[in-house]
């Protein structure tokens, strides 16, 4: 299981850097790696791929204040942790009618601010990416793309060497194709509903 330093110093690694014992340490390194560390963390786990050891799901009370206008009428507040919604409530898309236009939208659910917005009974079941801080959590092929991304980031601050960063980008691509090949292998694919043209061919 990997800890922090253990993400940093395998960056150090990547640039050819001597390790760090933590990220209090002294050193320009440490000083520039505490400072990128949780700002990359998070964006990894905002990205395109959804990592599943940062898949989390809730229950959420609804608010006593409603929205003030629009077509939904209750909202939630989103959990402290959350970083992206992945699904409010517990329907699933079925046959997809969206090319007959009832209201001003089609949507479930409205996200704006920290409140999710929709019509859905209390209590609202939700299923989202949380700002999972624990490395012990990560997948180990998360944490190689992880500390490349990091070596990448911060190798001008720490080697200020253009070389030592293509050389980095490079491992990054590879570790990004690798890590969400594999975490996109541990779950069934999901399927897409159908629209009205599959509706009318079942007629």
């Known amino acids: 299981m990997a800890s922090q330093v253990d993400v940093c110093n395998l960056a150090l690694s990547i640039l050819g850097k001597p390790t760090i014992a933590s990220l209090a340490d002294n050193s320009n390194a440490a000083r520039v790696l505490n400072v990128e560390y949780d700002l990359i963390r998070r964006s990894l786990l905002t990205g395109r791929a959804i990592w599943r050891f940062s898949v989390k799901r809730a229950s959420l009370p609804s608010l006593t204040t409603v929205p003030t206008s629009g077509p939904f009428t209750t909202q939630y507040a989103m959990p402290t942790d959350c970083l992206r919604v992945l699904l ?23 996200i704006e601010g920290r409140n999710i917005l929709c019509d859905y009974g209390s209590p609202l079941a939700l299923k989202y990416v949380y700002d999972c801080q624990d490395p012990t959590q990560f997948d180990p092929r998360f944490v190689v793309y992880f500390a490349c991304e990091l070596a990448y980031t911060a190798c001008e601050r720490i080697t200020g060497s253009d070389s030592k960063q293509q050389l980095a980008k490079a491992r990054r691509e590879e570790a990004m194709s690798q890590a969400t090949a594999a975490n996109a292998l541990e779950n069934p694919p999901d399927a897409f509903a159908d629209d009205t043209f599959i509706l009318s061919r079942l007629q």
């Open 88 to 110: 409010a409530g517990n329907t699933w898309p079925g046959l997809d009618l969206s090319d007959y236009r009832m209201g001003p939208t089609d949507a479930g659910y409205s």
